[in-house]
C-alpha cells in the first residue's frame, strides 16, 4: 500500500514540468518550439530561465526520493522511476513533457551521489565527442545523447557505489522517451532535454 502511494506521489510530482509551467506563465506554451526542459527552455527564455526550470525538476527528483526513504526506504527506485515518468508524460500537460534528465539527477542526487557525479562526468565529457561527430546527422541535443550513452556505462559505478536500481528505474523511463521522440519529433524540434 505505502509503495502504490509512493509510486503515485512521485507521478504527480513528477508531471509538475517546470517549462511548461514557466512558459505558460509567460503567455506561451514551451513545447509548441521545443522540449520543456532546461536546454529547451534555454533556447526559448534564456540561462536564468534554464536555471530556474532545471532547479526546480531536479527538486522534485530530490523530494520524490526523500519521499520514499520516509516511506517506503527499500524502494526509492520507484519513486525514481515515477518522477521520471511523470516528467516525460505528465497528467497535467496530455502527457507531453521533457527527456527525464533533470528529474533522475535530482532523484540519484538524493539515492546515489557517488553514482551520480561518475555518471555526469562521463556524459560531460562525451558532448564535446558526440557534437563534432553526430549531432549534424541526427539533429538531437547532444544532452539526451550523452545521457543515453553515460547511464549504461554509470551501471558499472553503480554496482560499486550503489543505485543500480535507481539508475535502471529512470534510465529506462528515459530510454522510452528518446525513442519516442526520435520517432515523433517535437514541432519545430531544435534538441531538447
Known amino acids: 500500500m505505502l509503495s502504490a502511494l509512493v509510486a503515485l506521489l512521485s507521478y504527480l510530482l513528477g508531471s509538475l514540468v517546470m517549462g511548461v509551467l514557466y512558459s505558460r506563465r509567460r503567455g506561451a506554451d514551451i513545447r509548441a518550439h521545443d522540449l520543456p526542459g532546461g536546454s529547451g527552455t534555454y533556447r526559448q527564455y534564456g540561462r536564468r530561465a534554464a536555471i530556474l526550470v532545471g532547479a526546480g525538476d531536479i527538486l522534485k527528483g530530490v523530494l520524490a526520493v526523500l519521499l520514499a526513504r ?3 526506504p527499500e524502494m526509492t527506485w520507484l519513486a525514481t522511476l515515477f518522477v521520471v515518468l511523470g516528467h516525460c508524460y505528465p497528467l497535467y500537460f496530455r502527457f507531453r513533457g521533457g527527456a527525464g534528465i533533470a528529474p533522475l539527477l535530482g532523484a540519484l542526487l538524493a ?34 545523447f550523452a545521457t543515453a550513452v553515460a547511464v549504461p556505462l554509470g551501471l558499472l559505478l553503480a554496482l560499486r557505489c550503489g543505485g543500480v536500481a535507481d539508475l535502471l528505474a529512470g534510465g529506462a523511463v528515459m530510454a522510452v522517451r528518446a525513442a519516442h521522440l526520435l520517432a515523433f519529433p517535437v514541432v519545430a524540434r531544435r534538441g531538447g532535454a
Do not use: K
Open 70 to 72: 520516509w516511506l517506503v
Open 111 to 144: 539515492a546515489a551521489p557517488v553514482t551520480l557525479l561518475g555518471t555526469l562526468a562521463l556524459a560531460l565529457a562525451l558532448i564535446p565527442l558526440y557534437r563534432a561527430t553526430l549531432q549534424p546527422a541526427l539533429q538531437l541535443n547532444a544532452v539526451p
